[in-house]
C-alpha cells in the first residue's frame, strides 16, 4: 500500500530526528551545518514541511547519512535488511545444506 504524502513526511522527519539525537546534536547545528535556518529544519523534522531534494542531501550529510533512491521492488528486501531482529531470527540468508545434513 503506497504511503501518503503526509505520512512520507512524518516519517522522513522521524528518521532525521532519531539520526540527529543519536548524534547528540540540536536543531540548531543540523540547521547550521545543512545551510538552513533552524525554523526551516524544525518544519522538516516535524513533517509539517517538504524540502528541497538538494536539501534533504545537505541534512542528511550533517546527520552523517546520505539520500539514496532505490527501486521501489527493492524496498521490501531493504527493509528487512534494516529491520531489528532477535537471536532466533539471526540465521543466514542462504545455507549450503538448508536442512542442516551435509551430503556424503
Known amino acids: 500500500m503506497a504511503r501518503s ?11 532525521l530526528k532519531a539520526a540527529r ?13 545543512a545551510g538552513i535556518s533552524r525554523p526551516r529544519y524544525r518544519e522538516i523534522e516535524a513533517g509539517s514541511s517538504a524540502a528541497r531534494t538538494t536539501t534533504l ?3 542528511a550529510r550533517a546527520l552523517g547519512l ?6 521501489q ?21 542462504f545455507m549450503a545444506h538448508p536442512d542442516g545434513v551435509e551430503n556424503v
Open 5 to 15: 504524502a503526509s505520512e512520507s513526511l512524518l516519517e522522513i522527519g522521524q528518521l
Open 66 to 71: 546520505e539520500l539514496m533512491l532505490i527501486p
Open 73 to 93: 521492488a527493492m524496498v521490501p528486501a531493504v527493509d528487512a535488511l534494516l529491520r531489528p531482529h532477535d537471536d532466533l531470527d539471526d540465521l543466514p540468508a
Open 21 to 33: 539525537k543519536g548524534r547528540q546534536l540540536t536543531q540548531e547545528q543540523v540547521a547550521d551545518m
Open 57 to 59: 542531501i545537505n541534512i
